[in-house]
């Protein structure tokens, strides 16, 4: 393949229809590990090359981010080329790009429907780099697709149980990225259970968690457990406790009408006061001055 024919194209017709989710703005570990992500429904022309060099998101000129690619195509087809040659997308067929490879992919039949995924070169999916890109057939393409489907329409809905919702379709999403580059193998069994544990305190951050309690999920002592939450994480227990507690609450305070002391018993304190101190100690400020300044931002 000619090295010279790697470049940046977007060739993308009008009538192709794109709906973006920017991970940012949603609650839960998804803004950690996808950059960007859309569902797709593409007529006429579409093109998307690069060179592998990185992407420039969010309108941060400056600020170049490396990215793998993952595509799950629900209809119709395209292609892809890489430096080894042409492979043919079809239905119930996953794609997947590590990032620093160059790439040419495009539409190839009447239509061609499906969802995309731009995620972070982290240490959570720098296992990615040992795969190969390629594409393969996979019975996830329509669980991946109807996932994201739900939290695009989640995103222009509205009630009180909104944001849970959307935290719970975030953490499948998660999961099924997970399953579909077959990462859960490559983990032991104890660092299966860590994060299956790690998921279950995210979905009850109103539990009065402790290390003791959680070093009990899995059958350890309290130190053990300690090193392992550090090893795996980065973080102390009540730390990563404490951070996903805290991200839970900055979506709620800034996507919802609830009060301090609902957010409170939501996110697993006492009361209002307790909350405010955490949530001062941690942002340099009140929750409801945080929220003043969240609700300017929007608007």
Same mark, same amino acid.
């Given at each position: 393949?000619?090295?010279?024919?790697?470049?940046?194209?977007?060739?993308?017709?009008?009538?192709?229809?794109?709906?973006?989710?920017?991970?940012?703005?949603?609650?839960?570990?998804?803004?950690?590990?996808?950059?960007?992500?859309?569902?797709?429904?593409?007529?006429?022309?579409?093109?998307?090359?690069?060179?592998?060099?990185?992407e420039?998101?969010?309108?941060?000129?400056?600020?170049?981010?490396?990215?793998?690619?993952?595509?799950?195509?629900?209809?119709?087809?395209?292609?892809?080329?890489?430096e080894?040659?042409?492979?043919?997308?079809?239905?119930?067929?996953?794609?997947?790009?590590?990032?620093?490879?160059?790439?040419?992919?495009?539409?190839?039949a009447?239509?061609?429907?499906?969802?995309? !995924?731009? %995620?972070?070169?982290?240490?959570? #999916?720098?296992f990615?780099?040992? $795969? /190969?890109?390629?594409?393969? &057939? @996979? =019975?996830?393409?329509?669980?991946?697709?109807?996932?994201?489907?739900?939290?695009?329409?989640?995103?222009?809905?509205?009630?009180?149980?909104?944001?849970?919702?959307? !935290?719970? %379709?975030?953490e499948?999403?998660l #999961?099924?990225?997970?399953?579909? $580059? /077959?990462?859960?193998?490559? &983990? @032991? =069994?104890?660092?299966?259970?860590?994060?299956?544990?790690?998921?279950?305190?995210?979905?009850?951050?109103?539990?009065?968690?402790?290390?003791?309690s959680?070093?009990?999920?899995?059958?350890?002592?309290?130190?053990?457990?300690?090193?392992l939450?550090?090893k795996?994480?980065?973080?102390?227990?009540?730390?990563?406790?404490?951070?996903?507690?805290m991200?839970?609450?900055?979506?709620?305070?800034?996507?919802?009408?609830?009060?301090?002391?609902?957010?409170?018993?939501t996110?697993?304190y006492?009361?209002?006061a307790?909350?405010?101190h955490?949530?001062k100690?941690?942002?340099?400020?009140?929750?409801?001055?945080?929220r003043?300044?969240?609700?300017?931002?929007?608007?």
């Open positions: 393949m000619n090295k010279s024919m790697w470049r940046e194209i977007l060739n993308i017709d009008p009538s192709c229809k794109e709906s973006f989710l920017n991970f940012e703005s949603l609650p839960g570990k998804g803004k950690a590990l996808i950059a960007f992500a859309g569902v797709s429904h593409l007529r006429q022309t579409y093109q998307i090359g690069k060179t592998g060099k990185g420039y998101l969010n309108d941060r000129k400056n600020d170049q981010v490396h990215v793998h690619y993952l595509i799950s195509t629900q209809s119709g087809a395209g292609k892809l080329t890489l080894s040659g042409c492979q043919s997308i079809g239905p119930s067929t996953m794609m997947l790009i590590p990032a620093g490879t160059p790439f040419l992919y495009e539409l190839d009447d239509h061609w429907d499906m969802c995309w !995924l731009l %995620l972070h070169d982290c240490p959570e #999916y720098k990615i780099h040992q $795969l /190969k890109a390629g594409v393969w &057939q @996979s =019975a996830n393409t329509s669980l991946l697709y109807q996932t994201m489907s739900l939290i695009r329409d989640f995103e222009h809905s509205d009630g009180r149980y909104k944001p849970d919702i959307q !935290l719970r %379709l975030i499948v999403l #999961y099924q990225i997970e399953q579909t $580059l /077959k990462k859960t193998p490559t &983990q @032991s =069994a104890q660092q299966q259970r860590f994060q299956a544990l790690i998921r279950n305190v995210n979905k009850q951050l109103q539990l009065p968690w402790s290390v003791s959680l070093a009990a999920e899995l059958h350890m002592s309290e130190p053990q457990f300690y090193r939450c550090k795996e994480t980065g973080k102390t227990p009540m730390k990563l406790l404490t951070q996903a507690r991200e839970y609450a900055c979506y709620l305070l800034r996507y919802t009408n609830c009060n301090l002391e609902q957010i409170a018993d996110v697993g006492a009361d209002s307790s909350f405010a955490r949530f100690e941690r942002y340099k400020s009140s929750p409801g001055r945080w003043s300044h969240a609700n300017l931002d929007r608007n």
